[in-house]
């Protein structure tokens, strides 16, 4: 038996501290989100950009100008949940409570380490390029960036806002 298949059975019948480390297995290596879920992606037409409330601080995360792929996507996790997805020309935004936020993408490079202030708002842009194979990748050395928000502004008046739903 592979360790895949045990480390399942194990799973399958603990409880529990096991049922606990079971849990964490179901996450991507980062710890980014469950690596099972499966999103697709929403293009809107109307461009919000809201402010945030005066108890959360307001993430705005958008691809840097490399990101050439036409069908590509990239999700985005906070503290172990996928938050959002980008794709190329596209934007998205969540509110989160303050603290130390942990972000970190698909591609399993480095994650972001950022403590959120109250009303605040944080601009990250996420450096994606296609490889010779067509798979996306994240720039190894920061594939996540605070930037701030005169670049982010420039570059935001040119994207279009996206959400992402559960497939089924």
């Not at 964490?24 to 099972?36: K, S, T, V």
């Not at 995360?61 to 959002?84: C, E, H």
């Not at 794709?87 to 603290?99: C, I, K, L, V």
């Not at 490079?109 to 601009?123: E, R």
Request: aromatic fraction near 10%; proline fraction near 7%; glycine fraction near 6%.
């Amino acid at each position: 038996m592979t360790k895949r298949i045990v480390w399942r059975a194990i799973c399958i019948l603990s409880t529990g501290v096991f049922a606990a480390l079971c849990a964490g297995a179901q996450q991507d290596d980062l710890g980014c989100g469950p690596r099972n879920e499966k999103y697709n992606l929403v293009v809107h037409e109307n461009r919000p950009m809201p402010q945030p409330a005066p108890d959360k601080a307001l993430v705005i995360v958008f691809p840097d100008r490399r990101f050439s792929s036409l069908t590509a996507k990239q999700r985005l996790g906070l503290n172990g949940k996928w938050v959002g997805m980008i794709a190329r020309n596209t934007y998205f935004f969540f509110e989160t409570a303050p603290g130390v936020l942990k972000l970190c993408e698909d591609s399993k490079w480095k994650p972001l380490f950022l403590t959120a202030q109250p009303g605040q708002i944080y601009y990250v842009k996420m450096s994606l390029w296609e490889t010779s194979h067509g798979i996306v990748s994240a720039k190894p050395s920061a594939p996540l960036e605070i930037v701030d928000a005169a670049e982010a502004q420039k570059r935001l008046e040119s994207l279009r806002y996206a959400t992402m739903e559960p497939k089924h």
